[in-house]
C-alpha cells in the first residue's frame, strides 16, 4: 500500500506598512516680464508637454496667475523646480517656479 506524505501548504498574504512617497505639484507663478512663448518652451523643455498643452497652462498661469505642470516625488521635483529656475535666470526672466506638497 502506498502512503501519501504531501503536506498541505497554505500561504498567507499581510498586509505591507509601505506608503508611497508624498507627491508634489509644481507650479509656475505669473509674472509681469516673463514672455508667453518663453514659458511655453519651458512646459515643452521641462515637462514633455505638447505645444498645445504647453499654451493651455501658459494661458492659466498668465490668468490665473499660477499653473500646474506637473505632481512628482519629492527629489524628482525638486530638481525641476532647481532646473527651471535656473533656465530661466540663464535667459534673464524672472520666472518662478515652486512645489506644495500634494493633498490626498
Same mark, same amino acid.
Given at each position: 500500500m502506498?502512503?501519501?506524505d504531501?503536506?498541505? =501548504?497554505? $500561504?498567507?498574504? +499581510? +498586509?505591507s506598512?509601505? +506608503? $508611497? #512617497? #508624498? &507627491?508634489?505639484?509644481i $507650479?509656475l507663478?505669473?509674472? *509681469? @516680464?516673463? #514672455? &508667453? *512663448?518663453?514659458?511655453?518652451?519651458?512646459l %515643452?523643455? @521641462? @515637462?514633455? &508637454? !505638447?505645444?498645445?498643452r504647453?499654451? %493651455? =497652462?501658459?494661458?492659466?498661469?498668465?490668468?490665473e496667475? !499660477?499653473?500646474?505642470c506637473?505632481?512628482y516625488p519629492g527629489?524628482?521635483? =525638486?530638481t525641476?523646480?532647481e %532646473?527651471?529656475v +535656473? @533656465?530661466?535666470?540663464?535667459? %534673464?526672466? #524672472? $520666472?518662478?517656479?515652486? &512645489? /506644495? /506638497?500634494e493633498k490626498?
Amino acid at each position: 500500500m502506498a502512503v501519501n506524505d504531501r503536506e498541505e =501548504i497554505i $500561504l498567507e498574504t +499581510k +498586509k505591507s506598512n509601505l +506608503k $508611497l #512617497p #508624498p &507627491m508634489y505639484k509644481i $507650479l509656475l507663478l505669473n509674472d *509681469d @516680464f516673463t #514672455p &508667453m *512663448d518663453f514659458v511655453v518652451e519651458v512646459l %515643452q523643455t @521641462f @515637462f514633455s &508637454m !505638447s505645444q498645445e498643452r504647453a499654451t %493651455q =497652462i501658459m494661458f492659466k498661469v498668465h490668468t490665473e496667475g !499660477s499653473g500646474v505642470c506637473g505632481v512628482y516625488p519629492g527629489d524628482i521635483a =525638486i530638481t525641476k523646480v532647481e %532646473q527651471v529656475v +535656473k @533656465f530661466a535666470r540663464q535667459h %534673464q526672466h #524672472p $520666472l518662478r517656479c515652486v &512645489m /506644495e /506638497e500634494e493633498k490626498i
